[in-house]
């Protein structure tokens, strides 16, 4: 049963719906409220009342009832109409019952006497009805309704209006006579009437015969020559389709681009212009302008990126640029091994991501921008690679990274890393700094394949005459070489300094007495030999040593011709064995900005006497051996 609440209402029990039952009242608990009535049957004679208690007598005498006020001392004005009162028309509603009690009303009359009755109703006191009018009188009564409509009567506040006469317009001319759309009228031929030859009766066939239930018959080949477009078949039949003006199917998919892993690799062609010595100072900085949480979608980031720009590298490089300043990578994952795969749109999003969510984020971007693109996996030598020793055998090959492959001028595909081209990666203090390396945009396909081995051996690009290298090959790398000069990154990438152009180019130095070293670096392009002097004014640079009295520091400022700076210097100047070597760019001369300065000018600055200050910034390093 259910277990519903106590329900309480003044009203009759039919204004409670379903399900809003009220609760069972206990009569036999409710004080003041009488038992039900006794039924009486027919024929049964009504049981006498109970007789009243007996009344209790009081020995306390009745209270006296307060002084009557004088009637009259209250002021009414006369009624001339009975006053019903509403006072006590509506008794008190019985205390525990359901229904409601209704008094009739009652009527007093006035206090003061002057009530005053209705006349009694009598109908021959009534006035007579005017006489019905006649059909006449309303028809006459109509038209005199009618006559005052007709016509404004001028009046003082009216002014007169005059009646202006329009001249009818002139009639139009006739139409022409249109040709009869009906067909001509065919002439007889002179000989007659042409006789039409007789019908041939249509042959009774069943409705099994039209193909059901009956082994579809195949028509029969017809031979068309391609050639003769305009001939025409035999019975009357209809020329054949022109299937030499049909278009090549392979021919159109041929020229639409390809994104996707699918993607089948193209000619390789060798690029006409040097990346590393391009200017891309526009892209880089229109890829400044649009930072992560302003993009709504991939679509909108490539149409903005790309606008700009007609070329497809330089197109390439505003997304390879871009992700450089929007896009960190999610060291916690990594170091943590909990990398999940990830999505284009959900790196826009959060802006961290490892190696694949960069290299995903670049072709989603590339492909909406109507670039050819490809996302390339493999192996890398990146961060935690350590090379073989020579006792070591030889893995089999794993992939541990991504990057992509890009379609740029000329047809050329180009293999680019927008992982690390955007910033370095410290696992030992599980810290991400961002630091924008374009050397990973604009080194060759060969120097690119010296760290990364796709999984397709068909996405090495490589210009070289070579295909592909085997996984034995890459994994050993070169031939081991003598430990090379220490050059520091932003000679490299800052001032232009070719790193295979550094003299001397071992690290280590022999200690001869009576020996002369060149010190010498060229600032020229590594792949062309362009010159790459910059826009701005180079620094002085300074190989710093002992002192020709052996008890300070020497600092001596290298020669400059071109695009070349050298130094002659004796071994026995550079200090003892096991101590570094070590040249810089000379910064500031006195809190200014050396940039310009010639050589004679901080040759004399370093040779004057009294106080000086100034700035260096290292460029390479050799150890005295």
Sequence with gaps: TANLPATLSNGHDASNGIGNEPDVVNHSHCSGVLPPPSIVRTGQKKPPPPALPPRKQSSQPSPAL????????????????????TVSSISAISVGTNGTARTNGSRAPSMDGTRKMAPAFDHASLPPLPPKRTQEQVDKRYQDIERSRMGLKPTKSTPTVTTVEVATPPALPARPRQPSSQPPQRTEPAGGARKLPPEKPMPVRSALSFGMNKPREESPAVDVDAANVNAELPNGGPPPLPLASKPDLSKLLATKPKPGANLQPRPHTTPSECLTCRDFSGPDRHAAKFPRQSAPSVDWLATQLVAPFSSLTDQARAIFSWLHHNVAYDVVSYVNKTVKPSTPAGTLSTGLAVCEGYAGLFTAIASKAG????????????????????????????????WNAVKMDNGVWKLIDPCWGAGNVCLREQKYSKQFKPVHFAMSNEEFGLKHFPTNKSLFYRNDGRDQISWEEYIVGPPPKPQAVRVYTPAVEEDGVAESRVLPSEYHIPMQPNRMVRFQFEKVCEQCGAPRTGLDTPYPYVLITLSEDGNGKGYHVLENKGTTWWLDIKSDLLGNRGEKVNLYTLKLMNGKDARGVGVEDARRFFAAKGGKSWNFGGQAQWELV
């Design 66 to 85: 307060p002084p009557r006020r004088p009637s009259g001392a209250l002021q009414r004005k006369d009624s001339t109409e009975s006053v019903s009162s």
């Design 371 to 402: 670039l050819e693109s490809l996302v390339v996996s493999g192996h890398g030598k990146g961060a935690g690679f350590a090379p073989l020793k020579p006792d070591e055998p030889i893995p089999a090959e794993y992939s541990t990274h991504a």
